[in-house]
């Protein structure tokens, strides 16, 4: 990441043209992209938002796929209680944190929101395991709202592709809300977490087979634009 971080900082910013058509070709290939996390409720969501913190959606998949079943609401999880939530995650990293974190929102929601995952950022963030990244997800995914929740991969692609490059994700992600068209800008999150998981890889990204390749400022390419 740090080189990535020193490439950019010399890389120069893309112009509205070319962000609008480096947007256009990946609408072009995902017209309705939405989250790999599988949820149902707004509640599901947050929730599977909230395990895959340094883990993966498959990973979370498995673990929801066994929990929702038998709780996927709040009152529902309050009542298996912290030891009984490990039983669905324990595959999980960091589960003993994430369980009492859960736990813990569930109850604030019961007490105070009447249940329902509240759709503002400050009432969110003031949930226990809730930070400003999964903040973000719920409001775009679940509510629609325009929220850029940056995350590994959306931070190494605005760096990579001189879209918004920036030194840590609160830059990123106020240089993306500001540059990416408003036509764009709700499933602008969804466009490049895939491109990033899936051609803007890490270590060896497949620039070959990349339809922005040709906008792209990265100096490394693998292979030529």
């Keep these: 990441m740090a080189r990535v971080l020193k490439r950019a900082g010399k890389a120069s910013l893309l112009s509205r043209v070319q962000i609008s058509e480096l947007f256009s070709r990946l609408r072009e290939l995902n017209p309705k992209p939405v989250t790999e996390l599988e949820y149902s409720t707004p509640f599901e969501l947050l929730v599977a938002v909230t395990l895959s913190a340094q883990a993966t959606d498959v990973g979370v998949n498995k673990a929801t796929r066994r ?102 994700v609160r830059a990123v992600e106020d240089k993306l809300v500001k540059v990416i068209p408003e036509e764009f800008l709700l499933d602008a999150h969804h466009w490049l977490i895939l491109h990033g998981r899936y051609v803007c890889k890490a270590r060896k990204p497949d620039c070959g087979g990349c339809v922005i390749a040709d906008l792209c400022r990265y100096p490394d390419k693998t292979t030529a634009a």
């Design 67 to 168: 929990l929702f079943p038998v709780a996927n609401t709040p009152q529902a999880i309050l009542d298996l209680g912290e030891d009984g939530l490990k039983r669905y995650i324990n595959t999980i990293g960091l589960y003993n944190a994430k369980a009492a974190n859960v736990v813990a929102a569930c109850r604030i929601l019961v007490e105070k929101h009447n249940s329902v995952v509240p759709q503002t950022r400050e009432e969110l963030e003031a949930l226990p395991g809730v930070g400003r990244k999964t903040a973000n997800v719920v409001l775009n995914t679940a509510f629609g709202q325009p929220a850029m929740a940056v995350d590994t991969h959306i931070f190494r692609v605005a760096n990579r592709t001189g879209l918004a490059p920036g030194k840590t």
